[in-house]
């Protein structure tokens, strides 16, 4: 495997502007890597060779000639298959949209394209983006790098695998509940979800639009904040969009790795904290503590006592939202069609025959149960109801956060699980995400970054931050980050070698 393919996503920007190295040289030596490997894993879903080789070639070009370029331009990027690119298969891992061209571009696409980034392909995740293990995906499941056995976490597997896998120094989720943060915890990588309404979500596939936001995925955190400055800012055509201007990210990154953490209150979310993880995670999680305490931080436990009910809350409204947004795909406009086997063909029973054969038993599931809580006798009881337990999960991060900077978790419950292991069983699926949910009901900015090593395999270290608080996330992430690498190396180094398909 090509040297460039270690490289970080600063490393190759540094390179690149250098005339060192050419981003075809770097977008071709990732595509080597795809047909090289991904027929063990199944990152990717689209791999886009010839568009991809075009992009480098004009940055190549551009760069000669002179030109002043942003920071990244040449970098290649991997995008979660939930995000709408123009000419571009955007399936969302769905039978329902096999076969699916989009005649436009996401915001965030269209300033990855802007900033001069080659879009590598696109990534393999849960149907719909609903799931925790990329196993839901119509395609066929994404496999941990790590270990082939084992699922990269979801919904967004694909991107953090093909980061984990070496395949792509970059790439996009989206975070309904825990969808950057789990993957990247479970393969070793860095994964951020935004505060809501910081990164556009036009073009975005919708599962959940309160909940949903598109974020940056990497190795370091230094190069998750470059991605961010690139695809964060207003957006007209977002409703929900923030319009006020955010500070840079990546400065916030390279100071933070330098940075005195003297003074620094540090809080640990009681409810979060102690019994409910796997085997090594509560004990890396406790050596990354003792790290912040060496380092001069102040520990200070808090408590948030509507967490209890959070995860209940969450997929009360999650579900809900599904089943409104996914009933556009009914089969009369576009996407999948399918005609009754039998009998007269009307528009009711080409719809249900259309999303009988087009859904996962996952989506159905999700739609049935938003149908259930969001009709005539139970919407007060159940929806209504966990719409109030997320304005108190709301009041309680606000509370915590006046008595100290920044919280910190463990991100994901356990360390990557076996495939097939939770698939039938969608509770123990469920209780998975507990640490990441509050996040997203509060709106709130969350990166998990590589902790340590449990097992043989990677823990995640969750920082939270206020909200529109990114860059203090940042600045605080690369502090421990600096810390837990050197007692050994960036984590990721530790990944077993793929062996190159045959």
Not at 56 to 66: L, M, N, P, Q, T
Request: proline share 6%; glycine share 10%.
């Amino acid at each position: 495997m090509s040297d460039l393919t270690r490289k970080t996503a600063a490393e190759l920007a540094a390179a690149l502007a250098a005339g060192e190295v050419s981003s075809v040289e770097v977008t071709q030596a990732h595509l080597d890597a795809i047909e090289a490997t991904d027929s063990q894993i199944n990152a990717y879903l689209h791999v886009n060779t010839d568009e991809a080789l075009e992009a480098a070639k004009s940055v190549d070009e551009r760069r000669r000639a002179g030109d002043s370029l942003p920071e990244l331009a040449g970098v290649p990027i991997a995008l979660k298959d939930s995000i709408v690119t123009k000419g571009q298969l955007t399936t969302a891992a769905s039978k329902m949209l096999e076969n699916w061209v989009p005649p436009y571009d996401a915001t965030v696409v269209e300033r990855l394209r802007a900033a001069g980034l080659p879009i590598l392909g696109k990534t393999n995740l849960d149907e719909f983006a609903m799931g925790s293990s990329t196993e839901f995906s119509a395609f066929g499941p994404t496999r941990n790098p790590w270990d082939l056995e084992r699922t990269p976490g979801g919904s967004g597997g694909g991107s953090s695998a093909t980061l984990a896998a070496f395949s792509a120094p970059l790439a996009l989720g989206s975070d309904t509940g825990g969808s950057i943060r789990e993957p990247a915890a479970l393969t070793g990588t860095v994964g951020v979800k935004p505060t809501y309404g910081g990164v556009s979500r036009y073009g975005l596939i919708a599962l959940a639009s309160s909940l949903d936001q598109v974020g940056p995925a990497a190795r370091t955190v230094l190069d998750a904040a470059l991605l961010h400055d690139v695809i964060g800012g207003h957006d007209v055509r977002d409703s929900t969009s923030l319009p006020e201007e955010q500070p840079s990210n990546a400065e916030a990154a390279r100071g933070g790795a330098q940075r005195d953490l003297r003074g620094t209150k540090v809080g640990i979310i009681k409810q979060l904290a102690g019994p409910g993880y796997g085997p090594g995670v509560n004990e890396t999680f406790q050596a990354n503590l003792d790290l912040l305490t060496e380092a001069g931080a102040e520990i200070v436990e808090i408590d948030c006592p509507s967490f209890d009910a959070a995860l209940g809350a969450y997929y009360i409204i999650m579900s809900a939202e599904a089943s409104s947004n996914l009933a556009r795909l009914d089969g009369m406009r576009y996407g999948l069609r399918v005609s009754p086997a039998e009998g007269p063909v009307t528009a009711e029973r080409v719809m249900a025959a259309t999303r009988g054969a087009g859904f996962g038993p996952e989506v159905k599931r999700r739609i049935m149960l938003g149908t259930y809580v969001l009709s005539a006798g139970f919407y007060d009881a159940y929806y209504g109801n966990a719409q109030r337990v997320r304005t108190l999960v709301q009041r309680d991060f606000a509370d915590a956060f006046a008595s100290v900077d920044v919280l910190v978790s463990p991100t994901a419950a356990t360390t990557a699980f076996k495939l097939g292991e939770r698939v039938d069983d969608p509770l123990a699926m469920y209780r998975g995400d507990f640490a990441t949910i509050p996040v997203n009901l509060a709106g709130l900015p969350a990166l998990s970054l590589p902790a340590g090593i449990a097992e043989g395999l990677p823990v995640g270290l969750q920082v939270i931050a206020p909200a529109r608080e990114d860059a203090r996330m940042y600045s605080f992430a690369a502090a421990i980050e600096a810390r837990i690498n050197a007692g050994g190396g960036p984590i990721l180094e530790s990944a077993p070698d793929l062996k190159e398909a045959k």
